[in-house]
C-alpha cells in the first residue's frame, strides 16, 4: 500500500476514546501538517498538550464541548452526517496550551496540527461565520467552507477547508500544485485530504505527481481514508452516483495559499 494513502487505524486510546488517525510525527512524513481523527462515546474525554504546536479542532460530527485552559466552549457541533452539507463549529487553540474535548452525544472531531512558536488567543470559529463558497464550472464543481483561510490571521501556519463535490465532478482540478517556496508566484504547503463517501461503500480516486514523475501515485480512497499530500498536483476524481466530501489541512513556511495549475491541462479553465 502507498505510503501517501491512510487507512482508519481504529486505535482504542481509553475507554470511550478511539484514534482513527494519528498522521502526527514518527508516523508521519511531512514536516509542517499533523492530522488525527478521534470518535468518542457520550461522556467521553480526549485531552491534548500542544507545546510547540497550534491546533484547530473542528467537530466534524455530533456534540463535544471543548475547553482551553481558561476557556470553555460548549454545544459545539451542528450535524450528525458531513452531508448534512452544512458548516460546522471549530476552535483555534495556539501553542503551548493544553485542551480537553469532552463528547456531549457520540461525536468525531478533526484535530489539525502545524508547528507554531508564536502565541495567538484561542478563537471560536462558530459555523453561522463561514460562507459556502462554490467553485469551478462544467464537471469540476464543488462546494467549499473555509474554516480557517489565509484571510483569517487567527492561526500562525494552519490553513483548514472542508470541501464537498458532487457526482461525477472532479475537485482540486485541473490538476494544481503548491510545492515552491517562491512567492508571489507559488506557495509551499504540504496538505492532507480526509475523505468521506456517500454513500459510504463508495470511493474516489486522488493522483498525487510531480512535473518530474518522480512522485506518480495514483490511489482508491474509501470513506474515511486520508491521503498525504507531500508535494505535487493532487486532483481527486469522483464517481457516478457518489458525493464526496474532504477535510484539507495545509500548512507551510508561509501562511499563503498561492498555487499553480498543470500547464498541460490548464486549458480546461479557459474553454469558452
Known amino acids: 500500500m502507498s505510503n501517501l494513502l491512510r487507512k482508519p487505524q481504529d486505535v482504542v486510546k481509553s475507554e470511550g476514546v478511539t484514534i482513527v488517525h494519528d498522521i502526527t510525527g514518527e508516523r508521519s512524513n511531512l514536516e509542517y501538517v499533523g492530522f488525527k481523527v478521534v470518535d468518542l462515546e457520550k461522556g467521553s474525554l480526549y485531552r491534548g498538550q500542544l507545546d510547540n504546536l497550534e491546533c484547530c479542532i473542528v467537530a466534524l460530527t455530533g456534540k463535544v464541548d471543548i475547553n482551553v485552559e481558561e476557556e470553555t466552549f460548549e454545544n459545539l457541533g451542528t450535524r450528525d452526517s458531513v452531508f448534512e452539507r452544512k458548516p460546522t463549529d471549530s476552535v483555534y487553540v495556539s501553542n503551548d496550551r493544553s485542551f480537553q474535548v469532552k463528547a456531549i452525544t457520540g461525536a468525531r472531531v478533526a484535530l489539525c496540527y502545524s508547528p507554531s512558536q508564536e502565541q495567538l488567543p484561542t478563537k471560536l470559529i462558530k459555523a453561522d461565520s463561514i460562507e459556502a463558497e462554490h467553485r469551478g464550472k462544467y464537471n469540476n464543481q464543488r462546494k467549499v467552507h473555509n474554516i480557517l483561510p489565509d484571510s483569517d490571521p487567527s492561526a500562525n501556519s494552519l490553513l483548514v477547508v472542508e470541501v464537498y463535490t458532487e457526482s461525477g465532478n472532479w475537485s482540486s482540478y485541473p490538476p494544481h500544485k503548491h510545492d515552491q517556496d517562491n512567492l508571489p508566484e507559488e506557495s509551499f504547503l504540504e496538505e492532507t485530504y480526509y475523505h468521506e463517501m456517500d454513500p ?73
Not at 232 to 238: A, E, K, L, M, S
Open 200 to 272: 459510504q461503500q463508495g470511493f474516489v480516486f486522488q493522483r498525487v505527481y510531480t512535473d518530474d514523475r518522480s512522485l506518480d501515485e495514483t490511489m482508491t480512497a474509501g470513506n474515511g481514508d486520508v491521503v498525504v499530500v507531500p508535494k505535487g498536483y493532487h486532483p481527486v476524481g469522483v464517481p457516478d452516483g457518489y458525493t464526496s466530501y474532504y477535510l484539507n489541512v495545509m500548512a507551510g513556511p508561509v501562511r499563503k495559499w498561492k498555487f499553480n495549475n498543470d500547464e498541460d491541462h490548464e486549458w480546461i479553465v479557459n474553454r469558452d
